[in-house]
């Protein structure tokens, strides 16, 4: 049983162990996309990440995941 904004929303075991691991993926996703964020700002000599070192990052990381 969990709450997500007030509301209590009731889940098998097995959904909540998937909600879990997307939750999981996603702040995986996120710690890698700020990471790839930070090199290019970097690179760039930029002491601020800008909304196009974080589009750049994202199409690096979608790339590798891609495989």
Do not use: C, W
């Not at 930070?38 to 002491?47: E, G, I, L, P, V």
């Not at 909304?51 to 495989?67: N, W």
């Amino acid at each position: 049983m969990d709450d997500y904004g007030g509301a209590e929303i009731h889940l098998e075991p097995l959904e909540e162990a998937t909600l879990e691991q997307v939750h999981l993926s996603f702040l995986l996703f996120l710690h890698r996309l700020a990471e790839e964020a930070r090199t290019n700002a970097f690179a760039n000599k930029s002491k601020i990440i800008k909304p196009e070192h974080t589009i750049s990052a994202a199409k690096v990381i979608l790339k590798k995941s891609r495989g």
